[in-house]
């Protein structure tokens, strides 16, 4: 459904929770979900800082790649 989709959209959140509500915020944690302009999915996952980290920097080694002249890896 989603990769024929040109309204497909990826949300980046950043999330904290605390319980109860007086308490002191927990760990801030990141939500990546993959949706469309005009629907929510229940495909995200949460993530940690540095699992974000790892995600970017595996992205930005993918985009230098698809950057090469002709597209291809290496």
Known sequence: MLK????MVV???LKSW???LDAEAGPGLI???LATTEYNT???VEI???QARAVAAALL???ATAE????RPG
Not at 4 to 7: E, Q, V, Y
Not at 68 to 71: E, L, S, V
């Open 42 to 44: 229940d495909l995200y």
């Open 11 to 13: 949300k980046v959140i």
């Open 48 to 50: 940690t800082p540095g």
């Open 68 to 71: 090469r002249a002709d597209g």
């Open 61 to 63: 080694e993918l985009a």
């Open 18 to 20: 605390t319980h109860p």
């Open 4 to 7: 024929d989709d040109p309204a």
């Open 31 to 33: 939500e990546l979900q």
